[in-house]
């Protein structure tokens, strides 16, 4: 059997190669690279530096900063490095604001993960802590104090909400978005979120070899790990935002204590000037924790985290009856001489309608009704017009949808007869349209949506779409679905009506009547609660609202007041609004003077 | 059962190298276990105890009696195999232990011996040899391998099934296989390639298979217990660091260092020299065995010395090659050095049915 012998041969000739492989893979690890190896054994310190990159500054639309970084610095272990947590718990304890337990319990955690890439133990920590860390460094074992990027709020609460806060990516986020690793910074909220992924950069990765003292003694790791390759770290973009953060400060001390809402904008081009919410909350708060509370914070501040201007949803109240106009007007409901009695309450099916004027207005027609805000104008004309008629109008506005602005939005409530059988399972009653047509009942808007509705009469007829970020583009973009420009003659009969609102003598706007430009406006005070429940406490009181444009006959900016529980819209709306048009005026002046000055 | 006595003068290099091995082996677990205490060193002298009296009783048998009861082996493992599913005790992700009282035993390390012994059994009952086999002729020897090999793989303990299929394969390839069916086999192979990946590698697996080709997708954590293994080697450089003073091993970087990773300690604690004299040891066992092959004439018995010489053979190539960063990996013991009651057992009666069948 001469084959089996052969095949005996072939065997044997593998065995010994093996051997010889296997002894050459020795030699190359032992003797070739032996020296190398050993010295890593011995150290057996390999880190993993993660360079933080820092998150992209966000400018207001002059260039002003609203949101940069300032250096931070935080103690970082290298859980590898541990040996004795106790020691270690005890001398940090002496240096930093964080229970000897605590911290014994987060570092038995960390130095269980034998990982080569540090962990954060105190952020952010203060001058004198920064100098006892350094006095003590040879006692920390695997400390390490990493130079990070701290957010730097100028504008502190006036902004806070609009801007939004970062904080540590949680599981969920880490598992969204693939680049976002566990214990990467995130935005949370507002700006920092919508814009998250440009504003985040790349954090840079580096891999060194240490010596007990921390001291880098190679950079070196190829041998190791030849395919382990540093990471550069890619800075975040800046965000070049359409807000004008003069106007944004004082738009927030406009609104004083009350809540509510501001949004000015510019009506052509639906660029955000300023946007305000209140309550608000300071930022430094939010982004300082390390052991993180982060449940406290949500439920002490989470009302005020939300952006009131784009997902707060109320009662229109009377700024509604501007689109109800427009509808009669195109509908042919009413012609502006319509003529309608007004005696301060209306019946259908002998149910009692009140109108804000108890005593009444007397013979109103359409001007009139807008200018005195005249409520049983519109319920008699509403019947005639249906819900039908008046719905597609409240779509045209863009009132029920999303404006598309770049920032987290709710929809609001935009009712009609399908809209309520969905919902609540019932037919459409006579008076609620009546209600409706007042911005009363169902139908709940966001203050930016009514922003968006007054820019369009002010424009002359475009619905824009409202932008926070600012672009090259010239051309406004327009809300789908209400992408036809309304019609002129309509929109200009409108205008003279918002004129009168605030220039006429018995108009509702009168308090936001300004001496330096033209303000035209409607005012709003939308009931929480039915009016036969009376009360003073705050809650129950009115939602004031103002929206409002100026100059009147070439429009520029638009603002819109919402005072939540203020009471009326013309006492309590109508003077912040009248604020931020002239602070824009003046604002603009001024800035036109100095550009002057500079070119002369 | 008639007894035979074995020619031991003949054989007494096998049992000095073996011992010399098991010497090494228990200095090693003795040297390690200076942190976590004398556990594991006790448990594997008695297992070791256990096996030369293993290898004592098998090596008074007759060739014909082993050969007549292979197949009483190779079910009684197979059944036991199965039974695993039942009564099994799950350990790190694979259901491949029985518990019985302080003992806990590894039916698919003995399940090796018996697809080897029943290969030999098959090959052996033709008169004349042949040189190479069809298709037809292949179809039980491959059968009686892939059987045990995919409930081994059910459990899931690729590296153990890997192992049993090398051994298994060797065997078949040895004995030669026909021009035409060597090509159908590498066709199927191939198409069954796909669906292999998909349904029968774990994630897991596939990991430690993309980090050994890249490192760079995960060096902390797959391909961690790699690198630590190497530095760990490596540091030893030429001399070793010593008796219990390898750092790497005695600091907990280098994981499973009692078991699957004990090569590496004794590369670090000494030195290049010890670990090729390891090698050599082993290496030497390999070639007496596969001597031993070559000298019977019994073709049952020529087979199955092959097959055990292909069992120590494929276990060292595997553990090393893993250790030293030559493949992924994948856990299988070094016979003799790595701690464990189920496969050095299966060592031992490796070397027994060696000493067996060499008699004339």
Known sequence: MGFLKHRFTIVFSMIVLFFLVFSARLFYLQIYKGEEYRNFSEKNILRALELPAPRGRIFDRNGEKILYNKPSFNIRIFPREVTDVEDLAENLAGIVNIPEKELLKKLREIASLKSFYPVTIAKDISREELLLVEKSKEALEGMFLEVGHKRVYPHGEAAAVLLGYIGIADAEEVKTYSQVKAGNKFGKMGVEKVFDSELRGINGLEYVMVDAHGKVISESVDTLLPTRKNREMVPGKDIHLTIDAQLQKVAYEALGKEKGAIVAMDVKSGEILAMVSRPSYRPEHISKELFPDQKRIKKKESFSLLNRSTQGTYPPGSVLKIITAFALLEEKTADPKS????????????????CWRKEGHGHMDLHKAIVESCDVYFYE???KLGVDGLYPYLKK????ERTGIALPEKRGVSPSKTWKRKHLKEPWYPGETAILAIGQGYVTVTPLQISVMTSAIANGGIIVKPKIRKTDEKEPFRIPG?????DAKSVSFLKKALYGAVNEHRGTGIYARSKITSVSGKTGTAQVVSAKFESTKKRFQDHAWFTSYAPSDSAEISVTVLVENGGSGSVAAAPIAKEIIETY???KKERDEARIAKSE | MKLELPNLSRYSWLLVLTALLCLAGLMNLYSISLLEGLGAFKKQLVWILAGFLTVAIISYLRPLTLKNHSITFYMFFLVLLGLIFVFGKTVSGSRSWFQIGPISAQPSEFIKIGVIMMLANYYATEVTAKENYNLVELLKPVA????????VIAQPDMGTAITILLIGSSVILFLGISRNALLKIIIVVLISMVPTWHLLIKDYQKERIYSFMDTSTDPFGISYNSIQ??????????????????????LNFLPAHHTDFAFSVISEEWGFRGAVFILLLYFSIILFILNTATSLEDRFSMIACFGIAAMFFWHAVINIAMITGLLPIIGTPLFFISYGGSSTLTAFIGIGIVLCLRKK
């Open chain 1, 381 to 383: 004309l509403s019947l």
């Open chain 1, 585 to 587: 005026f003046r604002l």
């Open chain 1, 397 to 400: 506005f863009g009132l029920g």
């Open chain 2, 144 to 151: 009686l391998l892939l059987v045990p090999t995919a409930a």
């Open chain 1, 339 to 354: 003529s309608v009695h007004c005696p301060g309450h209306y019946f259908i099916n002998k149910k009692r309608f009140n």
């Open chain 1, 482 to 486: 209400a992408t036809q420009r309304l």
């Open chain 2, 229 to 250: 293994s190497q530095i760990a080697i490596g540091s030893g450089m030429g001399y070793g660091k010593g008796f219990s003073l390898g750092s790497q091993s005695n």
